[in-house]
């Protein structure tokens, strides 16, 4: 059974930082496409930032690029997402998602995948 499982979430001051983490299991890690999706109250879901272990492709979304970093450690299935400098808009359920046919940019603009984890909620104040 494929299973996501984020952590990491929480609240903090506009400015400062978060780290999330999604630990993967029930599949071959390296072979899919895995990242965070995010989603405020009356807004649709958007990529917020992917990787593909099996191209090194590797998507951002515009609004996040240099105050966000997606990584991971493969021998630990685990994806992370660094976030620096966070502003009250990126307040948001944050969800891990997988998906073993699309790279990262497919992913993160399609923002449709195979399988979902149960979100963490990232709340920034002002």
């Known amino acids: 059974e494929v299973q996501l499982v984020e952590s990491g979430g929480g609240l903090v001051q506009a400015g400062g930082s978060l780290r999330l983490s999604c630990v993967a299991s029930?599949?071959?890690?390296?072979?899919?496409?895995i990242g965070w999706f995010r989603q405020a109250p009356g807004k649709e879901r958007e990529g917020v930032a992917c990787l593909s272990n099996s191209d090194g492709s590797t998507y951002y979304t515009d609004s996040v690029k240099g105050r966000f970093t997606i990584s991971s450690d493969n021998a630990k299935n685990t994806v992370y997402l660094q976030m620096n400098s966070l502003k009250p808009e990126d307040t948001a359920v944050y969800y891990c998602?997988?998906?073993?046919?699309?790279?990262?940019?497919?992913?993160?603009?399609?923002?449709?995948?195979?399988?979902w984890g149960q979100g963490t909620q990232v709340t920034v104040s002002s």
């Open positions: 029930g599949f071959t890690f390296d072979d899919y496409a």
């Open positions: 998602a997988a998906d073993p046919d699309l790279d990262a940019p497919a992913l993160g603009v399609g923002a449709v995948a195979d399988h």
